[in-house]
């Protein structure tokens, strides 16, 4: 596993969500320009050469994303997997591995990126707003006044705390970035045995 890849949430504490800026409306609303070549880890997922999707390389060859971002119009992918405790209606465990051919290459990276300040939203606060769609798997953030955070486009990228991964962009209200209204994460530190178990099988199986 990629370094920066962390098991640990802590409330309160600030993140960043970078994102392209390359295609109209998949900023970050209310972000701001990440240094250029900062987040080597991120990568877009495109169809019809139109950003839909985010992602984070979290090891060689081997792609993190939402699974409701789903795989048909994805190229150069060898093998997915979904989480098998993926839900719909909660979207629940809403993560992808996407095993890819070939990473050299690969697709397209954006030659401008947003990044954006949110903070974690308590779990009781977050189900005051979404009551009844909130589970332990997921994670709440964003700013109390509105205005900043995720929109569409955004899915299945990476929100980052001090340097390293701690969810993956899931879901959120349609108007974006309301006041009181957090956008919606999936926790990275519920599906880390998955992932490990997953990338294990398939290299043991290489080798």
Not at 20 to 40: A, H, I, K, M, Y
Not at 83 to 109: A, I, Q, T
Not at 140 to 145: F, I, K, L, R, S
């Amino acid at each position: 596993m990629a370094p920066w890849l962390h098991t640990d949430v802590t409330d309160g504490r600030s993140a960043y969500y970078p994102t392209s800026s390359d295609t109209e409306g998949n900023q970050v609303t209310g972000g701001s320009f990440c240094l250029s070549r900062s987040r080597p880890y991120q990568l877009v997922l495109l169809r019809n050469g139109r950003i839909y999707c985010g992602g984070s390389l979290i090891a060689p060859k081997w792609v993190l994303t939402a699974a409701h971002c789903g795989t048909e119009q994805i190229r150069r992918i060898h093998n997915f997997f979904m989480h098998p405790g993926y839900n719909l209606h909660p979207r629940d465990n809403d993560f992808m591995l996407l095993e890819l051919d070939d990473v050299s290459g690969w697709g397209r990276f954006p030659a401008t990126m947003q990044c954006a300040d949110v903070y974690s939203v308590s779990q009781a606060r977050c189900q005051d707003s979404y009551r009844g769609r909130i589970t332990d798997n997921t994670l709440c953030a964003g700013v109390e006044q509105g205005g900043i955070g995720t929109c569409q486009g955004n899915s299945g990228g990476p929100l980052v705390c001090n340097g390293q991964l701690q969810s993956v962009v899931s879901w959120g209200k349609s108007v974006c970035a309301l006041p009181g209204q957090p956008g919606i994460y999936a926790k990275v530190c519920k599906a880390v045995q998955w992932m490990r178990s997953t990338i294990g099988r398939k290299c043991a199986r290489s080798a």
